[in-house]
Each structure stands twice: as structure tokens, then as C-alpha cells.
T-cell receptor, first 110, second 114 residues
Framework: QKEVEQDPGPLSVPEGAIVSLNCTYS??????FMWYRQYSRKGPELLMY????GNKEDGRFTAQVDKSSKYISLFIRDSQPSDSATYLC??????????FGRGTSLIVHP | DAGVIQSPRHEVTEMGQEVTLRCKPI?????LFWYRQTMMRGLELLIY????????DSGMPEDRFSAKMPNASFSTLKIQPSEPRDSAVYFC????????????FGSGTQLSVL
């Protein structure tokens, strides 16, 4: 079992939909949780960063962490075509070395 | 700051040739990472440096791969000899001790080995 599991998709939704992206992880020592967004032919860029369980909101984006279930989610409200990208979860135990999921490809069509 | 700068953006070479990828991290960052990304395997950590010293190279696939960081503002990843299975996008990323796990990535080098 990989340390971080993420469905590669693609996930195709209409503009304005609520998007839910998810990852599961196996190591209970992980304590830092991140979401990166990667546009085509670009490097990943940090989108959300959280340390604890619970929710963290930033505009249309909400990151949710459930440590008891080892499950993290990223919700995108009112999705836009410009949100079309690959979203990678990344999880770390504090060693500065995050473990990345494979990424989920999201397509938001007008 | 210009961010992490990688060169070249694209590299097409023939099997057996030497390939050198270059990276300039963000000034002040003391961690530098080399990743490889493919559709099949996703983002794989190859090697990382702290204060110019290689800390963990367990991700380097084999002896054909080598990486150096001669100073705080420059790193290279070399493949010699290159093989078609090395074709991938190679990313460099950096972060600072105070930045924790918030990595900043370059735009990557698309490597094609024919």
C-alpha cells in the first residue's frame, strides 16, 4: 500500500459545481497536510496548508483533515474553468519531506 | 524573487548521451529537492540537499543519475548515459527552514530520450 493514495481521475464537472477531491494516507505520524495545484506544463504550486484536524477555508477553497480516518479533502465551491488543473495532496511528518499523492486531474467545463 | 529557475525547459536527446539539468533555488532557501514526474508513477523524490549537502539520495534510480550542489544558488542533475525510460518531467523545488514543507517548484524540464 502506498503511503498516500489519490484517485487520478479525470474528474469532469460543469462550471459552478462543488468539487470534492480526496486522499487517504497510512502513516498516523503525518501531521502536515497540503494541497498543490499544477497547471499543464507548469510546476506544482502550494494552494492550501494545514497542520491540524478540522477545516481551513481560503476563498472558494476548503481543506478538511480527518486524522482519525486518515482522510483529507479539498472542496472547491463555485468551480470555474480556470480551476481546471491537477490537484496533488502532500503529507508530511515534519521532516520537510512531503509525500505526494499521484494527483487528480480536474476539468471544469463551461 | 524570480522563483525557482530551471533550465533547459525542454531537452531532446538520443539514447546514450549525457544530459545535464540545472536549477537555481530561491535565494535564502536551504533545502533543494529534485523530483521526477511521470503519468505512471506521479511525483517521485530523487534526492534532496540541505545547506548544499546531499541528505538522501535513495530515490535516485541508479548510478547513471548524479546530482551536485556546488553552492547555495546552483544545482545540477546529470544522467549519463541516458535511456528512453528516463523520459519524464524533472522538477527542482526549494524551501527554507522556516518554510517547513511549503515547497516552491520550478517550471520543470521536459526530457525526451529517443
Amino acid at each position: 500500500q502506498k503511503e498516500v493514495e489519490q484517485d487520478p481521475g479525470p474528474l469532469s464537472v460543469p462550471e459552478g459545481a462543488i468539487v470534492s477531491l480526496n486522499c487517504t494516507y497510512s502513516n498516523s505520524a503525518f501531521q502536515y497536510f497540503m494541497w498543490y495545484r499544477q497547471y499543464s506544463r507548469k510546476g506544482p504550486e502550494l494552494l492550501m496548508y494545514t497542520y491540524s484536524s478540522g477545516n481551513k477555508e481560503d476563498g472558494r477553497f476548503t481543506a478538511q483533515v480527518d486524522k482519525s480516518s486518515k482522510y483529507i479533502s479539498l472542496f472547491i465551491r463555485d468551480s470555474q474553468p480556470s480551476d481546471s488543473a491537477t490537484y496533488l495532496c502532500a503529507i508530511s511528518g515534519g521532516s520537510y519531506i512531503p509525500t505526494f499523492g499521484r494527483g487528480t486531474s480536474l476539468i471544469v467545463h463551461p | 524573487d524570480a522563483g525557482v529557475i530551471q533550465s533547459p525547459r525542454h531537452e531532446v536527446t538520443e539514447m546514450g548521451q549525457e544530459v545535464t539539468l540545472r536549477c537555481k533555488p530561491i535565494s535564502g532557501h536551504d533545502y533543494l529537492f529534485w523530483y521526477r514526474q511521470t503519468m505512471m508513477r506521479g511525483l517521485e523524490l530523487l534526492i534532496y540537499f540541505n545547506n548544499n549537502v546531499p541528505i538522501d539520495d535513495s530515490g535516485m534510480p541508479e548510478d547513471r543519475f548524479s546530482a551536485k550542489m556546488p553552492n547555495a544558488s546552483f544545482s545540477t542533475l546529470k544522467i549519463q548515459p541516458s535511456e528512453p525510460r528516463d523520459s519524464a518531467v524533472y522538477f527542482c523545488a526549494s524551501t527554507g527552514t522556516n518554510g517547513g514543507e511549503k515547497l516552491f517548484f520550478g517550471s520543470g524540464t521536459q526530457l525526451s530520450v529517443l
